[in-house]
């Protein structure tokens, strides 16, 4: 089945320039129907109140982390199947161990470019 | 206190530190701990409140004198932050050369914008030109952040200075209860090459690594595809 391109994703990172660099790369990719959260609590207020396709999200924020929000929305029962892409630049060993206990679908560490981001896009959601 | 209570309080403290001097040829803070320590043997409780006090004051003082060398201590060998500062400062070297390294890219993306706007003509090149100018103009937030980095690189050269002195000043042996160990006693011991989570996830923030030193995305697609 063809990924709908009109899908909500959602872009989680404190930082305006990367939300706005991810966001134009999703535009690249075909996808628009982006929203943007400036941290972990922001964005699980908005998936709560608006489930999204995809989340997209840093690690490293305040007051909640990404890792926060993975592990929250893993345990919120209708949030719970919701395909995460952590992209932070955290990248020890124990980071990508720890994001995939908490169930992150895939990891991508900065600084990273369109093609990658395109690549774990399709290994999560499927081809477009 | 009493004129006898000084005097004796007195030589008890010139003999310490006369005795220090000759056996170690310097005295060290933690030297002056102990011979507070000592002098408050001398004082009795028993004898007045008085006595009380001044030993009281006395062994708080050499408590303090004891645990600030634990604190500098344990700034010089706790293996996360023994490097913090040398970490820090070629973090921020490394803020530098890649803003200086975006900053290059941008220009050139704008001169590349230029060389194809010019001949377009009228309006629309005016509009580019000016547009790429603004670039131009925004890219010197390069110079001035890097200088500001420069500073904040030479303020934690003079921290480390200092933080070096005064550990010269306490003495290089080590407190009887240093407790530099943080991170290995709360993960115990880890095999040679084995991956320990730390207990905390507040502990998993650790920002970009240096260049070279960090997980390449090659060997974190590995590592996910084997767990």
């Not at chain 1, 941290?39 to 109140?49: N, P, R, V």
């Not at chain 1, 990508?96 to 959601?125: C, D, R, W």
Request: glycine content about 6%.
């Amino acid at each position: 089945m063809p990924v709908d391109k009109t899908m909500h994703i959602l872009v989680v990172d404190d930082y305006n320039t990367m939300r706005r660099i991810i966001r134009n790369l999703l535009k690249q990719l075909g996808f628009d129907n982006v929203e943007e959260a400036s941290d972990g609590a922001d964005a699980f207020k908005k998936l709560q109140e608006k489930p999204a396709g995809l989340v997209i999200s840093d690690w490293n924020m305040e007051p909640m982390t990404g890792l926060e929000l993975l592990k929250l929305v893993r345990a919120h029962p209708t949030l719970k199947n919701t395909p995460f892409i952590m992209v932070t630049a955290e990248s020890k060993p124990e980071n990508v161990i720890a994001a995939k206990q908490a169930g992150v679908s895939n990891y991508i560490v900065k600084p990273f470019n369109a093609e990658t981001l395109k690549t774990k896009m399709i290994s999560v959601i499927g081809e477009f | 206190m009493s004129n006898d209570m000084q005097s004796k309080l007195g030589r008890t403290l010139l003999t310490s530190m006369i005795s220090a001097r000759e056996q170690k040829g310097d005295i060290t803070l933690e030297d002056v701990g102990g011979i507070f320590m000592k002098m408050a043997s001398t004082l009795s409780p028993a004898n007045g409140l008085v006595d009380q006090f001044v030993h009281q004051e006395i062994a708080r003082l050499a408590k303090y004198i004891t645990d600030a060398k634990q604190e500098i201590f344990a700034i010089q060998t706790n293996e996360k932050s023994e490097d913090a500062i040398l970490d820090a400062s070629q973090h921020l070297d490394e803020v530098i050369k890649s803003t200086e390294e975006a900053t290059n890219t941008i220009m050139d993306a704008a001169d590349a914008v230029q060389n194809a706007a010019s001949g377009v003509g009228g309006e629309k090149e005016q509009q580019i030109m000016d547009a790429t100018t603004r670039i131009y103009d925004a890219c010197t937030f390069q110079d001035i952040t890097g200088q500001r980095i420069t500073k904040v690189i030479r303020l934690l050269a003079s921290i480390e200075e200092r933080i070096g002195k005064l550990n010269d000043l306490f003495g290089s042996e080590p407190p009887i209860a240093a407790n530099s160990d943080v991170n290995g006693a709360a993960n115990g011991a880890a095999k040679a090459g084995e991956i320990v989570l730390p207990k905390d996830d507040k502990d998993l923030l650790n920002g970009p690594q240096l260049s070279g030193q960090g997980t390449s995305q090659a060997d974190i697609d590995k590592l996910l595809a084997g767990l």
